[in-house]
């Protein structure tokens, strides 16, 4: 089954080692979003699993040298080059899979992700409002940002209902079951890793503040002696 076949994808990429990768501090992600905006949802994305995931695709698909080879579709930059390497490198080794990989003009890019031309694509999203909402909402069935072509109707429900729903214990339990549907069962997606921002401060700087959706606050900062 197809969902099988994509929990075997998530177990078959070990995101600890991006960070070496593109040479940069980053942190492999584990749900969603950061802990910043939903920390509940911690651990959901499905772990690094090569051997299960070897055997899980197998069951799904059958012997992975007979599959057709997956195309990787992405825009055109050094770092996204090093990304599909690895991806394509960790997918051969651990479960066996042949994947092209089809460097784009951005333009071009954005065009074959809208048509859904390709297996597999890389996306980065980030928060336009300091709600857990902004990361769920975009993989909605009726989003203008869902180029999955993924549908749940549970999902729909689940994210719907928690938009409505004040902050509390009932709001937590639907998104974290959308969660599991999202990332364990259905697995449209596998995030890779959240990205850092790095400052250097004077140690005469204190009261430095920085938002959910890395805005820096100036109006509390005191420089000390």
């Known amino acids: 089954s197809l969902p099988k076949a ?51 695709l197998k069951e799904a698909a059958g012997d992975p ?8 579709v992405t825009f055109a930059t050094d770092e996204n080059a090093l990304l599909s ?18 460097m784009l003009e951005y333009a071009t890019y954005r065009s074959q992700i809208e048509l859904q031309s ?3 694509y890389f996306r980065c999203w980030a928060a336009d409002y300091a709600d857990p909402d902004t990361f769920f909402s975009v993989f909605l069935s009726t989003s203008g940002n869902n ?3 993924w549908k749940n109707a549970r999902y729909d429900e689940l994210v ?8 509390g214990p009932e709001r937590v339990k639907m998104y974290k079951e959308a ?9 449209p997606i596998v995030p890779l890793y959240f990205d850092t921002l790095t400052y250097l401060l004077n140690d005469r700087v204190k009261n430095f ?16 002696p």
């Open 6 to 56: 994509r929990q075997a994808l998530s177990m078959g990429i070990d995101r600890s080692k991006i960070s070496v990768i593109l040479h940069r501090e980053m942190t492999d992600a584990d749900s969603l979003m950061s802990d910043e905006l939903f920390p509940q949802g911690k651990a959901s994305v499905i772990s690094f699993d090569a051997q299960r995931g070897a055997k899980l």
């Open 160 to 167: 719907k209902g928690a938009a409505a729903t004040p902050n």
């Open 85 to 102: 390497q690895f991806i394509q490198d960790q997918l051969a080794k651990n479960l066996g899979l042949n994947v092209s990989i089809s």
């Open 118 to 120: 390709g297996a597999l």
């Open 65 to 72: 040298k007979t599959l057709p080879k997956l195309e990787l």
């Open 147 to 149: 180029y999955t072509s």
């Open 209 to 224: 503040v920085i938002s959910p959706l890395n805005y820096v606050f100036f109006r509390d900062i005191v420089i000390g």
């Open 179 to 187: 969660l599991d549907i999202l990332l364990r069962k259905d697995v």
